[in-house]
């Protein structure tokens, strides 16, 4: 079976190796992830369906911090659990109201529909049940002798508690309030519960994820079904025979604490309040990150996870229509899988990311809540009002200009708008350009549709996608053409190895003589560096010419230079100071009238092929001296040695070498005998030539 992983690093890529034409495609999930959605499905398998639209609730009253929980009742009113002011809040039409405020509470956790039209609230950290009518008239149903009450599950006749610190689960009598505790395990809450079938219980626990199956009865100590990877089972469904489960690892940041001090809290007419005496410290939870999971668990207890979130963490999972929804707490979604092939759909987008419950009746309405920000959504499927998609921010990484625009749509009509700006902010509409719709349109083979971009050129592009009334058209994919501006290539440094070079470093030390003379190479090898804008692919042409001469003359090579560096044969041209320049061009990416181009010019060169010249040597006595000239470099070392022995390094009369013509003198040591000897002098040049002299001398 194929198992459906939806990523949510999902990016869109360009290859920048030229100014070519480049294209933005659109057809996968992660590809269309990212936009603005309002009442549009991303389903994993590509594309773009509309859905319901989410339109927000209003409300005259301040919002506490959070929604947390929700019951929609039998006559189809809306119940909502609020959080930090704990309460219980009422949705009519689009209008939201307060009913109830629990003023001694911090989290309303779990509600759940009584036989007579009334609701049974639990709350954090009293411990506490509340029993509320329709017209918000409260009082305590049950008092547990735990902290925190996580979720209840009612089977008609009792209503049954999940229970922290100490996992729990406890059987409550929904007219006498009297509770018994059927049900404990070595974990710390019992965050989830379920009833999957008439007298059997499913337990999620943390910080073991586990679920567990417990008999209503209370005998027995009930079975662990499935032990999952993670520190948490948060929500649990079932459908089929099979289980369905939420669940998250989760990092949490410190906790935040909630003293006792009370809440000053305007009298609302028809709000029944509870008087307590104190508010508990108590200590909540933020969740830092996490990654979440939603499983099957098979009657055989085989486990298999359908959908996975490298960021993010689950907060309810729901079975409907032979269909799970689940929505996440932390990108602000609600997922639709198929429980028959694992495929999946994004079916709304929230602003306020932590997505924390909701109610659908598949297709035709829902009800969505948030805690990042206390909000409340109703879905709807209008036929009035338009739905839309907004595509991501796309970066060209440079001002571009825009080509035409495929669209392919099956199953009815849409249409298409794009618009540009030279920033990547989409929310200030000023530093945009009016959204514009395509020209041109022609309808291609295999049913696209080819429209002009009529938006202005710049660096970052947008599209939006709005279904008129009643459209029911799927977008299966859509792509953007562009071509990037060309950028100048710019040269940057010239050098040279081999040669002797006017441009090669703020300190240089000259050679040593070595032992055995080796015959140099007069190849010089140039080198440079450039700077490369935009990827494109370049051709380089080098040129040359003496100091002195206008003219510049182009070295010949065998094929096109593409890389960074020449080797010119210096062998082959005459001695003298010379000059190179380099020229850069983005030809083979461009067409003609776009090639852009740079130079430059290397500083002074020489070429040296000849090596150094040694006259006027005279030998008197113990006396010798000469001198040692070149045509074009500067002499950089000069040894000298007797009868074949060991060689001696000698210094010009002036002490340095610094001119292309020296002066020496040497002094042959009185260790050696008086006689005829031979005389050996070895010179070397800047460029590297060594030349090798003997003469026979007589010492006295």
């Known amino acids: 079976m194929y198992r459906i992983i939806i990523l949510l690093a999902a990016t869109i890529s360009i290859t920048a190796n030229a100014s070519t034409t480049r294209q933005w495609s659109f057809e996968n999930y992660g590809e269309f992830r990212g ?5 549009v499905i991303l389903p994993s398998s590509g594309g773009l369906l509309p859905g319901l639209r989410p339109e927000k609730a209003v409300t005259k009253e301040k919002l506490p911090s959070l929604f947390y929980s929700m019951l929609k009742a039998k006559n189809g009113r809306i119940f909502i659990g609020s959080g930090d002011e704990a309460g219980i809040w009422t949705l009519k039409g689009d209008k939201l109201s307060r009913l109830v405020d629990l003023k001694v509470e911090v989290l309303v956790t779990s509600i759940i529909e009584l036989p007579n039209g009334d609701i049974a609230a639990s709350a954090i950290p009293n411990g506490q049940i509340y029993r509320i009518t329709a017209s918000g008239k409260t009082k305590i149903l049950a008092k547990l002798p735990v902290d925190h009450i996580w979720s209840m599950v009612f089977d008609g006749k009792w209503i049954y508690a999940g229970c922290g610190p100490k996992a729990e689960v406890y059987k409550i009598n929904p007219t006498t309030g009297k509770a018994v505790k059927i049900w404990s395990t070595k974990e710390k809450h019992v965050l989830s519960l379920h009833m999957d079938r008439p007298g059997h219980l499913l337990a999620g626990t943390s910080p073991k994820a586990r679920i567990y199956g417990i008999p209503v009865s209370g005998k027995g100590n009930g079975t662990l079904i499935y ?26 940041r410190a906790t935040v604490p909630y003293s006792a001090t009370k809440r000053v809290v305007k009298p609302v007419k028809n709000r029944a ?9 108590f200590h909540l939870k933020k969740v830092a990150n996490g990654t979440g999971s939603i499983f099957i668990v098979g009657q055989n207890g085989e486990a298999e996870q359908m959908l996975g979130l490298r960021s993010g963490f689950f907060t309810r999972v729901y079975a409907s229509g032979g269909k799970i929804y689940a929505s996440d707490g932390q990108n602000g979604q609600i997922y639709l899988l198929d429980p028959k092939d694992y495929s999946g759909s994004v079916l709304l987008e929230t602003t306020e990311r932590q997505l924390q419950d909701f109610w659908l009746d598949p297709g035709k309405s829902g009800v969505v809540i948030t805690g990042d920000g206390a909000a409340c959504y109703t879905l709807k499927r209008n036929a009035k009002k338009e739905i839309s998609y907004e595509s991501k921010v796309m970066d060209a990484t440079r001002g571009s200009r825009f080509g035409r625009l495929l669209l392919n749509v099956t199953g009815g009509k849409v249409t298409v708008e794009t618009r540009t700006s030279a920033v990547s902010d989409a929310k200030d509409d000023s530093l945009w350009s009016p959204w514009r719709k395509p020209g041109n349109f022609k309808l291609l083979p295999g049913g696209f549709l080819s429209a002009t971009v009529n938006s202005p050129g710049a660096r970052f592009f947008q599209y939006r996608i709005k279904w008129p009334q009643g459209s029911k058209a799927r977008v299966r994919g859509i792509k953007v053409y562009f071509v990037p501006a060309n950028l100048q290539p710019r040269m940057l440094d010239i050098g040279f190895t081999g040669a002797v070079s006017y441009h090669s470093g703020l300190f240089k030390m000259d050679p040593v003589l070595p032992d055995q003379l080796k015959t140099r190479s007069s190849d010089i090898k140039i080198l440079w560096k450039y700077f490369n804008p935009d990827g494109d692919s370049h051709l380089f042409t080098i040129y040359y010419r ?84 070149d045509k074009v470099s500067r002499l950089t070392a000069v040894s000298w040695s007797i009868s074949g022995k060991t060689f001696h390094m000698a210094m010009p009369v002036d002490g340095i070498f610094d001119t292309t013509s020296e002066s020496f003198e040497l002094n042959i040591p009185a260790k050696v005998s008086s006689g005829t000897h031979i005389l050996q002098i070895r010179v070397i040049d800047e460029a590297g030539n060594i030349a090798s002299f003997s003469q026979e001398i007589v010492t006295k």
């Not at 936009?35 to 009442?39: E, I, P, Q, R």
């Not at 032990?227 to 949490?252: H, M, Q, R």
């Not at 309040?273 to 410290?281: G, H």
């Open 35 to 39: 936009g603005k959605s309002n009442g």
């Open 227 to 252: 032990d999952f990877p993670g520190n948490e089972v948060k929500s649990i469904s079932s459908l089929n025979g099979k289980i369905f489960a939420a669940v998250n690892n989760l990092t949490f």
């Open 273 to 281: 309040s509870l008087v307590a005496s104190s508010r508990k410290l």
């Open 546 to 629: 003496r100091i002195g001469e206008k003219t510049w003359r182009k070295f010949r090579s065998k094929a096109p230079v593409r890389g960074t560096y020449f080797v010119w044969k210096a062998g082959n041209y005459p001695d003298g100071v010379y000059e190179v320049k380099v020229r850069v061009d983005d030809s083979p990416s461009n067409s003609q009238k776009d090639v852009k181009f740079s130079e430059l010019v290397s500083g002074k060169v020489v070429v040296d092929n000849s090596p150094p010249l040694l006259t006027k040597l005279k030998a008197v006595k113990r006396k010798v001296s000469f001198t040692v000239t």
